[in-house]
């Protein structure tokens, strides 16, 4: 008789045993050849923004001064002269790729003064001049820009100082040539201080078109959230003959200095991500594991103790109620969304009440404690049980009569790791 009932026991933790490779399959796939490792991470945080975050428009004003001809009659002029500074003025519009790196197109304009003393071989009509020479220009640059101090310092949204270098390329419209010269001959003469013709009428150009390159630096001031003023330096070189007068070096310079203010169209702001984050549901499934196999050396102790006791002492029956089924669901923090990697564990969950037609569950809900208030908790953990029981009817056409459903906040921790708690567990009732 006390054989035959180490025979049932024996026949109770096959069937255990079964039950809780059954149970496994509904969160990870694991056999004897498994071998579960440790997870590396990169702890890098990677930006990122949406298409419509990040957009900016810039308005400038300022001041600007040519550097192009010098004179070469009896007393040459300074390549920088205080008279010659002209407004100048600016409209930008650009978009912020990361934190690092950002690409604007900026129209900058106004008119400009510059020496450029000629004599008369030199001059298209052939009258010296000795006064000075004014036009008009527009341009449009496309141009990068560079914050150095979230590269070298880490990106910060509420740094209040910024230095941002920046490079570009345009198209350059200068027109409007006229000679302020002391000469009354030639005072206000159109393109008298000029000498680029046309090829083939040999009369002065009105237009001229040039692709400037451009560089500088924006040193930024942050006000608030949408609104920053910035001081900016550029620097802008043109073609020989971009001012109509071709002498000299053959690289014509435009400098200016601007102030102004940028509208941060929504703010700048980025995501983040750190892959580091999902370790914790990593380590998750790894304990789920190791459980399972704690459960499964046990129950080859408890065989190797009953077969050391024979003959095997009376069957005693155990209450299965409120069992925990060694499945569960689990989520990210704040979140009762169902991951794709859940939807296997509610898979298993339903096929195991359809191979059981007399068998009913509990859905239990759960939040981890160090996450918000017990009564937020409380909620998440409701809504997280409600989505559960939500996927089993919806999906995979389980009765509500055949589970309820319970929720314990963060009030009941059914494990000691804290991010374990973010969780769905299956009991039988």
């Known amino acids: 008789m006390k054989a035959k009932n180490l025979y049932y026991v024996m026949a109770l933790c096959a069937g255990m ?16 050849a498994v071998t579960v ?20 428009i810039e308005v400038s004003a300022g001041g600007n001064q ?54 008369e071989a030199e001059s298209f009509n052939g009258v ?34 910024s230095i941002i270098p920046f490079v570009g390329l345009g198209g350059d419209c200068n027109w409007g040539f006229y000679s302020h010269s002391k000469d009354d001959a030639v005072k206000y003469k159109f393109n008298a201080g000029t000498n680029v013709v046309r090829e083939y009428s040999y009369s002065p150009k009105r237009v001229v078109w040039t692709l400037p390159v451009s560089a500088g630096f924006q040193f930024r001031f942050r006000l608030c959230k949408y ?20 002498r000299g ?5 435009l400098v200016s200095a601007m102030g102004g203010f940028n509208f941060n169209i929504g703010g700048r702001q980025f995501g983040t991500f750190n892959e580091c984050a999902y370790v914790s549901q990593i380590a998750a499934l790894n304990g789920q594991v190791n459980d399972l196999r704690s459960q499964l050396l046990a129950c080859g102790e408890k065989v190797a103790s009953l ?37 296997v564990n509610i898979y298993n969950m339903a096929e195991w009440l359809k191979a059981n037609p007399k068998e009913n569950i509990a859905i239990v809900g759960y939040a981890d ?49 804290n991010d374990w708690n973010r969780i769905v567990i299956f009991t039988q009732k």
């Open 307 to 343: 077969e050391a006791q024979l003959p095997c002492p009376e069957v005693v029956e155990k209450d299965c109620v409120n069992a925990p089924l060694m499945a569960t669901v689990r989520f990210t923090i704040n979140s009762s969304a169902i991951l794709p990697t859940e939807e």
């Open 17 to 32: 045993l079964a039950t809780s490779n059954v149970a496994s399959a509904q969160d990870v796939f694991v056999d004897d």
């Open 227 to 246: 609104v920053d003023f910035f001081a900016e330096a550029r620097a802008t070189f043109y073609g020989d003959n971009w001012n109509n007068n071709v």
């Open 128 to 161: 010296g001049i000795k006064g000075f020479s004014h036009s008009k220009h527009v341009g449009l640059h496309a141009e990068l820009m560079w914050d150095m101090f979230n590269s070298f310092a880490g990106y910060n949204a509420k740094r209040v100082f």
């Open 66 to 119: 040519t550097l192009v001809e010098r004179g070469n009659l009896e007393d040459p002029m300074r390549t920088l002269d205080g008279k010659k500074w002209t407004a100048t003025y600016s409209v930008g519009f650009g978009r912020w790729f990361s934190p690092y790196l950002g690409f604007r197109l900026k129209a900058v304009g106004g008119s400009l003064h510059w020496d450029a003393p000629m004599a």
């Open 369 to 417: 404690k160090n996450t918000g208030t017990s009564a937020y908790n409380m909620k998440l953990s409701e809504r997280r049980a409600n989505a559960v029981a939500k996927a089993l009817t919806d999906k995979y056409g389980i009765d509500p009569s055949r589970y309820t459903i319970r929720f314990d906040g963060s009030d009941v921790q059914p494990y000691s790791t």
């Open 249 to 253: 070096n053959s690289v014509d310079a």
């Open 37 to 56: 490792t440790e997870f590396t991470c990169d702890n890098t945080n990677h930006y990122f923004s949406n298409w419509r975050n990040n957009w900016f």
